[in-house]
C-alpha cells in the first residue's frame, strides 16, 4: 500500500476535479482544493465536504504569491484549474491566456518552488484539430482550432518545458471528451451532454449538429479521475504525454438513440472533427490504467442523475445559432479549412 500523499487539485471544484478530489480521498490521500469558483460549485463537493482529510481554498491560481504558501509539504499536484469553452474564448482569448497559460505558469513556478514530487497537467485533445489519423496517437501534429485549444496546447509547452529546464517531475494528460455527473449544468453554450439532458427535461429536440454522424471519443469521468491518479504514482514517466480516451469513438446519433427523444438539425461549425478518437495504446501500456465504464453504461449513469440539469439553460435552433455567431464569423473564414 502506497504510503498517503499531500496532494493539491487545482480547479478542485470543477465538474472532473471534483471526481478526482473524491478518488483521492478514497485512496486515502490528503486533498488541498484551490479553485477560484468562477466555474467550480461547491456543491460539486457535497459528498467529501465533512472529509478531515480535505480543505477547499477560495484562491485564484494567477496570483502565485497567494497560491505558494499552499504547496508546501505538497507531494503531488493535479492542475486541472482552466477556462473552457470554445465561443467565449474567441470573444475574450486574452481572459483565456490569462487562465490557461499564465494560471499554469504560476502553478508551475509554485511547484517548483515547492520540490513536489508530481506534477500532472490536463491538456486537451483539442491540440490534434481536426486530426488525419485515427485512433489518433500523442504523435499526431498540432494544430489548435481556436484559442481554447491554444492556450491548452501553450500550457502542456509550459509544462514539459519546466521539466527540461527545471526537472520538475511533470506528466501531461490529454483528453477527449469526458462526460459525466455534474458536468457543466449553467451558463455559456458547451458540451453536448449538459445541452440534451436539458433539452430532454423540457420535451424539447436534441440540437444535432450536421447529420450527426461525427463521432467523439467519449470518456467517462471516473475513468479519467483513474487515470490522474496513474499518472502521479507511476514511476519514470516525466516528461511523457498521454491520451486518455475511452478506446471507442461514438456517434451523435447513437448518443441521441441511448437517450432518447427528437431530434432538429443545426449547421455543422467551422473548425469541429468528424472524429475524435484517441489511440490509448501508450497509457495501457506504461501506466496500466484502462477506461472501465462503457458509453451505454456511462449514459445510463448520466439519465439517473438528469434531475440536476432541471435548472441548466435549454438551448435551441435560433439560441444556439446566436450563442455561436462569432464561432462561425471568425472560424469560417479562417486559414483553417477541415
Ligand atoms: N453536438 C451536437 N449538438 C449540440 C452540441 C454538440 O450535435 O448542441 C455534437 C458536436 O457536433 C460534436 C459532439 O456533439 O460532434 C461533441 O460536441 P462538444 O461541443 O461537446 O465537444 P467537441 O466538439 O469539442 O468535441
Known sequence: MLKPKRTIVTGGAGFIGSHLVEALLHEGHEVIVLDNFVTGREKNLQSVKDNPRLTVYKVDITERGKIMP???????????????????????????????????????????????????????????????????????????????????????????????????????????????????TSGTYGAVFGVFLAQKIAGKPFTVVGDGTQTRDFTYVTDVAHAFIRAAETPGIEGDVFNVGSGNTYSINQLVELLGGDVEHIPKRPGEPDCTFADITKITQRLQWKPMVRFEEGVQKMLHVIDDWADAPVWDKQKIADATKEWFAYLGNSKFKN
Open 70 to 184: 499552499y504547496f508546501k509539504d505538497v507531494d503531488w499536484v493535479f492542475h486541472l484549474a482552466a477556462l473552457a469553452d470554445v465561443v467565449p474564448s474567441i470573444v475574450t482569448p486574452l481572459t483565456y491566456h490569462g487562465a490557461n497559460v499564465n494560471g499554469t505558469i504560476a502553478v508551475l513556478e509554485a511547484a517548483r518552488e515547492a520540490k513536489i514530487e508530481r506534477l500532472v497537467y490536463t491538456a486537451s485533445s483539442s491540440c490534434y484539430g481536426t486530426p488525419h489519423v485515427f485512433p489518433t496517437p500523442e504523435t499526431a501534429p498540432f494544430q489548435p482550432m481556436y484559442p481554447y485549444a491554444l492556450t491548452k496546447y501553450i500550457g502542456e509547452e509550459y509544462v514539459l518545458h519546466w521539466n527540461k529546464v527545471y526537472a520538475l517531475p511533470c506528466v501531461s494528460l490529454r483528453l477527449f471528451n469526458v462526460y459525466g455527473p455534474r458536468s457543466r
